[in-house]
């Protein structure tokens, strides 16, 4: 998914200590401005902005989690996490609200890894 990731979780990631290249980053305000730069590289109050497939797999190289997008029936998105690094690879339980598309469920799921998983 190439959509980059809302100002909110740009911020969360950051804190979390995401610090991969990114060809476009935010502005203390939440204006996008390209740079291809790391959050190391950057002010202090400024942020990356990376894609959300840019941060699914940084969250699945870095913590083993997998995240999986679905639709439902009634066209209903949704997510499921997998801890990749457990023997049994087990679903990671989360009770989630269903989101109206693909991009609003990625980032409902990665917001529930950073604040509920990896928690900086």
Known sequence: MNTTVSFELAKLLKEAGFDEPCLDNYYSDGTIFSDDVKNSEIEFNEYSAPTIADVVMWIYDKYGVWIVVNITINDNWYFELYDTTSKIKAEIKVKTNFCKSPS???????????????KP
Request: with cysteine; glycine share 0%.
């Open 104 to 118: 609003e469920s990625y980032e409902a799921a990665i917001k529930y890894c950073l604040t509920e998983i990896i």
